[in-house]
């Protein structure tokens, strides 16, 4: 079984969620999808390199916190869940919707109030 990083708005805010700020999803983003040197990424964010180096280390720290631990990422106030989703569809409206994984199972899909839920 695996788990997805995907976009899940639906999912209350807990105390051990973790939050990037635009700052360090910045320095993720210039750092290792676009494999920008520190120098020139540091120039790119208008920060020292210092600055740079400790905001891509903390965005690397919660990355790997909310991947070990199962935490989620809250980008921009949405939350993106690592892991420990899943994922429900309602057979009779079609409404797709996650709940954490290890709750109850849904007995009715939360728009038309249908019992035929089943696991996606
Ligand atoms: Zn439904």
Redesign the pocket.
Known sequence: MSSYLKANAGVADNPGDVELTNEELEALLLSDLQCVFPGPAAEKMRVSSETYDQTLGSAHRKVAEAIWKGRAVKINGDSHRFAGLETYR??????IWRLPRGADYPG???????G??CRH
Not at 108 to 114: A, K, L, M, V, Y
């Open positions: 309602c057979g009779y409206c079609g409404r009715e899909c939360p728009r038309c109030g249908s035929y839920v």
